[in-house]
């Protein structure tokens, strides 16, 4: 007979997950960390930079479209990418740039911000800051590098990409959400016996319940194990939620919507039906962003959307202008899965696609929510309060499970190095 048939499939499932968590470990350590603090991203933002998240004057906000020349005006160097065209109340505008390409070297231009911040009342400029720079970490920085930590480890783009760090990552939760399974497979009872008059149900649950408790007097190495193998099995259908999301998120383009369109059903995008450029080249529009936007109004209107429009980008890497249509804030933090966007082709102005969030296709539902399960927000805060519960027992599960690695092996090498006698007294079957 085949080893692993007569031996049972427990030992190698332990082995796989064994080692595929001691290669994540680090890796989900950080994120779960992260995960747990940028679930309330907004927020610290608010706590450790009013100078820049909070206007300083009274009065009715100019128009941010205007606005954003201004910016464009000072520094010729970049262009706007995004202007949001309501503040919340008593919030500043938050203007995204990026920088243009210079003609003398074919390389775009770094400009060392990629974030203005003005008062809306007078435009004044409050202050710039590199969204997700690495370093000086800074209160103003200090959200945004754990954000980018998260989902990327900080990652330099070179050969014409910054998408490594996201492979990267996306390739750790692809190991974590197939470890999921294992985990769960290997705290369900081992023993083949009958559930006796309890029946098999009863007998079974008998046997799997201690796999759900601590023992709060139990030695050290006990009390690790108790916690590992319980709060994965507490929380077992959030983490796993957590790294299918990570990798669906992560590895999107790649390997999650190619997958999904080859088994269900999908409405592809503008986001999925073009190829990005490369950093040093961008698409840069033929339109402004005012007659999108009086374009996108109008369709909204015929649409029967009864929220404004909320927010204006561009994208260059894939030649899209997107409007989304929310109140004030109503980009971030909501319940759902996110407000409507219509999107425009920024050559052209005609109309590339929109997001009507929970319509179309069980599969475009599907791809809809990945985000906002990942973070939690498609439950509001409840969700976000979840979400951060989650991201400490990730990083707590992470280390126990490598304490136990390192006490069975610790186990393993006491045995080898047992005297002789004893240790040949010990391999010998029992009589």
Same mark, same amino acid.
């Given at each position: ?57 009274? #009065?009715?906000? /100019? ?16 262009? *706007?990418?995004?202007?949001? /065209?309501?503040?919340? @109340? ?25 974030? !203005? ?30 954000? !980018? ?5 900080? *990652? ?8 490594? #760090? /996201? ?71 959030? =983490?796993?939620? *957590? ?5 669906? =998120?992560?590895?999107?383009?790649? !390997? ?59 994208? @260059? ?19 759902? *899965?996110?407000?409507?966007? =219509? ?89």
């Amino acid at each position: 007979m085949v080893p692993w048939l007569r031996t049972g499939v427990r030992p190698y499932v332990g082995f796989l997950h064994r080692w595929a968590g001691l290669a994540t470990a680090g890796f989900l350590f950080v994120s779960g960390l992260t995960g747990a603090v940028i679930s309330w991203d907004h927020e610290l933002d608010d706590i450790l930079n009013p100078h820049l998240m909070h206007a300083r004057t009274a #009065g009715a906000p /100019l128009d941010p479209l205007a606005l954003a020349d201004r910016v464009e005006a000072r520094d010729p160097r970049v262009m *706007v990418t995004f202007v949001p /065209l309501a503040p919340e @109340p008593g919030g500043s505008y938050d203007i995204g740039v990026a920088g243009k390409v210079d003609p003398k070297t074919g390389r775009r231009i770094d400009p060392g911000y990629n974030q !203005v911040f003005l008062d809306p009342a007078t435009g004044e400029e409050l202050g710039r800051r590199n969204w997700g720079a690495v370093w000086p970490i800074t209160p103003e920085t200090f959200v945004s590098f754990l954000y !980018v930590l998260h989902y990327s480890l900080h *990652v330099p783009p070179f050969l014409g990409t910054d998408r490594w #760090g /996201l492979w990267l990552m996306g390739a750790v939760a692809l190991v974590w959400t197939v470890d999921c399974l294992f985990g769960f497979y290997l705290t369900l009872p081992s023993s083949k016996r009958g559930g006796g008059p309890r029946g098999f149900w009863g007998g079974f649950w008998a046997r799997w319940k201690p796999a759900w408790k601590i023992k709060a007097n139990a030695s050290a190495y006990r009390l690790n194990f108790d916690i590992h193998r319980a709060f994965g099995l507490w929380l077992w259908g959030v =983490l796993f939620t *957590v790294a299918f999301t990570a990798f669906s =998120l992560n590895l999107y383009s790649e !390997v999650f919507y190619p997958a999904l369109s080859k088994i269900s059903q999908t409405t592809p995008g503008p986001f999925e039906l073009r190829t990005p450029r490369d950093l040093d080249h961008p698409i840069m529009p033929e339109l402004g962003y005012r007659p999108i936007l009086a374009e996108a109004e109008r369709e909204a209107k015929t649409r029967g959307w009864a929220a404004p429009a909320g927010g204006v980008f561009y994208s @260059p890497e894939y030649g899209v202008y997107g409007v989304g249509f929310y109140e004030p804030g109503g980009d971030h933090g909501s319940a759902g *899965v996110g407000p409507p966007y =219509l999107y425009y082709d920024g050559l052209t102005g005609a109309l590339a696609g929109d997001y009507r969030p929970w319509r179309g296709t069980a599969a475009d539902i599907f791809v809809q929510a990945q985000f906002p399960l990942h973070s939690g927000r498609i439950l509001g805060l409840p969700g976000r309060i979840l979400i951060s519960f989650t991201g400490l027992v990730v990083a707590a599960l992470s280390v126990t499970g490598v304490v136990i690695w390192l006490r069975k092996r610790q186990a393993r090498r006491q045995r080898r190095a047992a005297p002789v006698g004893l240790g040949e007294a010990a391999r010998q079957p029992a009589e």
